[in-house]
């Protein structure tokens, strides 16, 4: 271990770290059939064990972002991810739906550790000449561990007789990576304690809150997110169900459609530096709707191209915003950060209350019915967002 340069090894450590934390939030995503016939509840209830998780995550992160100021990155880092990984341990023999629902919760509050600090840990320990090829690698291994455990986990649970022996797989092996995180990752050398002072995050949470651009992108993310993540939830459901009957390891291989977005990712910055960040912001947002009317035609073809459309779609928007979010405010960046995130995870956790209704009711065209309101919203945020921006201009000007 000592042979590797100190900077290797916070990067390596970070991207395992990153694959154990999204391999353990999104295994479940094409078992959620499984569960649903497992635990005879509800499409909404089945949808919960991906929710849970999310809301808990979104939660996580304020919290911990915050306390590492204090005590430090790598105990919290460490002590979380080992936290969320027990949990991983205990899910499989689980038989009470409400407990497994509660320790999902919990699960994703401590697996937020990885994306609450990850950036900022990197960024003191790390020159900032390499931290941008640092922050790349992080976001592919977001991508790796998020699209691996999906997979794993639907060829596993068709294969090793259920979805216990899947969890037990995917425990054990992100489990063996923690260990390489735990041995690899080095002591802080620059970080500095600052006192957590709570009023001054409240404060600071609340001054954004008060600006109306950010309000507009924090729940445009929001939406984006909760549409993009609740449609493949019951699409799960739905390639589960007559007339595809899909087993889970052949359900699992339309997360591979993930990919497009991280090809998108890489060149929305290149977009911006012609057009505007709010301009990639429409533009996924416009290829997510158009995704959305291909997917209407419900064969297997058009669902494959659409999940890779809106794929990409998304991870363009999603690029373009947060990119955004830091360049609009001028103090308290983490805070608008910390916020950005609660908003995107909590739009995925509780996006599944309004597509539900919708499902019921017309089923997978409702569900895509639901995503076309909730994305028609997002580009109202916009123009919102534009118009704010143009009032604000003049207000100026008449002013001075």
Same mark, same amino acid.
Not at 103 to 132: I, N
Not at 233 to 255: E, K
């Given at each position: ?6 900077? =290797? ?25 499984? &569960? ?12 919960l064990a991906m929710s849970a998780p ?33 949990? =991983? ?74 979805w216990q022996n899947a969890g037990i ?59 993009? @993540? ?28 993930? &990919? ?5 990712? $890489? ?8 057009? $505007? ?50 360049? $609009? ?58 118009? @704010? ?10 002013? $001075?």
């Amino acid at each position: 271990m000592k042979t590797i340069p100190s900077y =290797s090894r916070f990067v390596i450590s970070i991207c395992l770290c990153s694959i154990v934390t999204f391999s353990n939030i999104y295994w479940l995503q094409p078992l959620l059939p499984v &569960l649903q016939k497992e635990f005879q509840i509800t499409s909404l209830s089945a949808n919960l064990a991906m929710s849970a998780p999310l809301l808990g995550m979104g939660l996580g992160l304020l919290i911990f972002a915050s306390w590492s100021d204090s005590i430090g990155r790598c105990k919290i880092l460490l002590g979380g991810t080992a936290a969320g990984l027990l949990v =991983s341990l205990v899910l499989p023999f689980v038989e009470n739906y409400s407990f497994f629902l509660s320790l999902r919760f919990l699960q994703g509050m401590f697996l937020a550790v990885c994306p609450a600090l990850a950036v900022p840990l990197l960024g003191e320990e790390l020159r900032k000449s390499w931290l941008p090829g640092a922050v790349g690698f992080y976001v592919a291994s977001n991508t790796i561990g998020g699209i691996s455990s999906r997979l794993m986990g639907g060829v596993s649970a068709e294969h090793l007789g259920g979805w216990q022996n899947a969890g037990i797989l995917i425990a054990l092996i992100t489990t063996i990576l923690f260990v390489g995180v735990y041995y690899l990752l080095p002591k802080q050398k620059h970080f500095k304690p600052a006192p957590l002072k709570v009023t001054a995050c409240l404060k600071a949470y609340g001054y954004h809150l008060k600006k109306p651009q950010l309000l507009l992108l924090y729940l445009l993310i929001g939406l984006a997110f909760g549409t993009f @993540v609740n449609l493949s939830n019951y699409l799960m459901i739905v390639l589960g169900d007559y007339p595809y009957n899909l087993p889970s390891d052949i359900r699992s291989l339309m997360f591979l459609t993930l &990919l497009g977005g991280t090809t998108s990712s $890489s060149l929305a910055g290149k977009f911006a530096k012609k057009h $505007s960040q709010i301009a990639g912001v429409i533009l996924g947002i416009s290829m997510m709707l158009i995704a959305n009317f291909m997917m209407s035609w419900a064969n297997i073809y058009t669902m494959i191209l659409g999940m890779v459309l809106i794929s990409i779609g998304f991870f363009f928007c999603h690029a373009q915003a947060s990119t955004l979010i830091g360049r $609009s405010v001028t103090k308290a960046k983490g805070s608008a950060q910390a916020l950005y995130s609660l908003f995107y995870y909590s739009g995925a956790s509780l996006g599944v209350f309004f597509l539900e209704p919708f499902y019921l009711r017309w089923g997978w065209h409702g569900v895509l019915g639901a995503t076309r309101i909730a994305l028609a919203l997002c580009i109202l945020f916009v123009v919102l967002y534009q118009w @704010v921006a143009v009032y604000q201009k003049k207000h100026s000007h008449v002013m $001075s």
